[in-house]
């Protein structure tokens, strides 16, 4: 239940820094908050690390944008006629080095980097503070739990950029940082999940909404799979313990079953905690603003931006129950049995459409979204880390223990076991067709298209470039006010 997330508390005169490392000097203004006098005790620290947590959940990202650009882009999702133009973009793959949005999620990840690493960057200071007063467990779990959202912010940042800024907590620099080499990276985001991996508490010794031994585990091994190391990243995964399938699938999408059984990392949401600032900025993540836009963009019943492509729903087979709790369809009942959806709540400026989404709307609670929804967002759940787990056990040549982890899931969707004896070949496919009707909606199928040398093909006469396309141009703001990234960083073909 909701009772035990984690509330959020904003030092803004700490962390109201923007993407370029000038301002990480600002820590030692005088008019502010500063380390010396700030990190005194365990209340303290943990404030810290909690304002790290606040940019996942703005606007620039899970908050509202994140959604359209991932759906979009993997064609996941077709467009009604109300989508804004700039959302658009994303599905047309018309957007360029000035885009808004794509700054917005520079801006706020690298925020998010600077929040974590005023943690990091000042342990020696935290590290004075005394056992009585902190105790060496905790502050350790404290900087594992910083170390785990820099890794997620900069998964973030070379997934869709490729090279970036590095900063790892050394504030001693004053001009903004020069590109690192993805590689260079990612090398730092093995660290720090090999750390918090050490350091993080198990998910039923942790309060829920916080960064978990478990979350770090599968966090690291899907880093892992990306870099093609399928050995290490099963080792990662089979530290795992506690987790399993939920009975029923769409309990992993509302909000009374958030954290079960399936839930390995979730952005957290909660209305009961404000949502006065959920306008203050798409970037910042200061203040009450504890609401996704999520279930009033996509809800057919309210702006209906966007609804299942045809793609994604012919890609079920006959008697998938995931289908049912992915989409609405006319007939359906919501609002805990007390209405049916009927053709009416189907129509897009007049456009009669055949479903809508069903993932992560309160409709099966309520009438309407009401503009907030307080639903997490699933970051990793289980079944995502079984069909990577099966995708490294085909690809080390055990089909067979493959095949097992993929019935698991299909099991749950109501699907016959496949057969045994599957190829190599015949195993990869099933664990791509997997991935496409269990995840769907769930901001994974575009990087896996990319990471599989799928895009160019899947997304052919979309206006996708094969050598242009993978990554997101770097964005103009960034190049204006960085003295050490220059248009000469730019990634190809921007």
Same mark, same amino acid.
């Given at each position: ?267 957290? !949401?909660?209305?009961? =905690?404000?949502?006065? $600032?959920?306008?203050?900025?798409? #970037? +910042?993540? &200061? ?94 759940? !289980?079944?995502?880390? =079984?069909?990577?787990? $099966?995708?490294?056990?085909?690809? #080390? +040549?055990? &089909? ?95």
């Amino acid at each position: 239940m909701k009772k035990y997330k984690i509330l959020f508390l904003f030092l803004t005169g700490v962390f109201a820094i923007n993407s370029c490392d000038t301002s990480d000097l600002e820590l030692s203004d005088p008019n502010q908050i500063t380390p010396e006098t700030y990190f005194a005790n365990e209340s303290q620290v943990q404030a810290a690390v909690n304002a790290a947590y606040a940019n996942l959940q703005t606007v620039g990202l899970y908050g509202r944008l994140i959604w359209y650009m991932m759906d979009n882009m993997s064609q996941e999702q077709a467009d009604n006629p109300q989508m804004e133009p700039d959302k658009r973009t994303f599905m047309e793959f018309t957007f360029n080095s000035t885009n808004g949005e794509i700054r917005d999620y520079w801006d706020t990840c690298f925020r998010g980097i600077n929040k974590a690493n005023f943690v990091i960057g000042n342990a020696g200071i935290i590290d004075e503070i005394p056992a009585e007063e902190l105790s060496v467990t905790n502050r350790n779990k404290y900087y594992a739990e910083a170390r785990f959202l820099r890794a997620q912010y900069y998964w973030m940042l070379v997934t869709r950029f490729g090279d970036v800024p590095l900063r790892n907590g050394d504030f001693t620099q004053r001009e903004g940082k020069p590109m690192s080499p993805k590689a260079e990276v990612v090398s730092l985001i093995i660290e720090d999940l090999e750390y918090a991996m050490a350091n993080l508490f198990s998910k039923g010794a942790e309060d829920n909404g916080r960064a978990t031994k478990g979350a770090a585990q599968a966090f690291l091994g899907k880093v892992l799979l990306y870099e093609k190391r399928y050995g290490d990243a099963l080792t990662s995964f089979g530290k795992m313990s506690g987790y399993d399938l939920e009975s029923n699938f769409y309990d992993n999408f509302k909000e009374e079953t958030e954290h079960g059984i399936e839930s390995v990392w979730e952005v957290q !949401y909660d209305l009961t =905690l404000g949502t006065g $600032a959920k306008w203050n900025g798409p #970037v +910042g993540g &200061q203040g009450q603003n504890h609401a996704t836009f999520r279930g009033q963009d996509y809800g057919n019943l309210n702006w209906f931006n966007c609804y299942p492509s045809d793609d994604i729903f012919d890609s079920y087979e006959a008697g998938d129950n995931r289908v049912n709790g992915t989409m609405y369809f006319v007939g359906d009942s919501y609002n805990n049995g007390n209405n049916v959806m009927v053709a009416a709540n189907f129509l897009a400026e007049s456009v009669q459409k055949p479903r809508a989404w069903k993932k992560y709307q309160n409709y099966y609670k309520q009438t309407d979204e009401a503009q907030e929804s307080g639903i997490n967002a699933k970051v990793i759940r !289980y079944a995502d880390v =079984l069909l990577m787990m $099966a995708e490294c056990e085909n690809e #080390v +040549g055990t &089909q067979a223990t493959a095949i097992g982890l993929i019935n698991r899931v299909r099991a749950r969707a109501g699907l016959a076991a496949l057969s045994t004896s599957l190829s190599k070949t015949q195993v990869f496919e099933a664990v791509v067709q997997e991935r496409k009707v269990e995840l769907v909606g769930e901001q994974v199928r575009f990087d896996d298209l990319i990471r599989w040398g799928r895009a160019a093909t899947f997304l052919s006469g979309t206006g996708f470039q094969a050598g242009k396309h993978e990554l997101w141009p770097i964005p103009d703001g960034e190049i204006s006010s960085n003295p050490n990234v220059t248009s000469a960083d730019q990634n190809p073909g921007y």
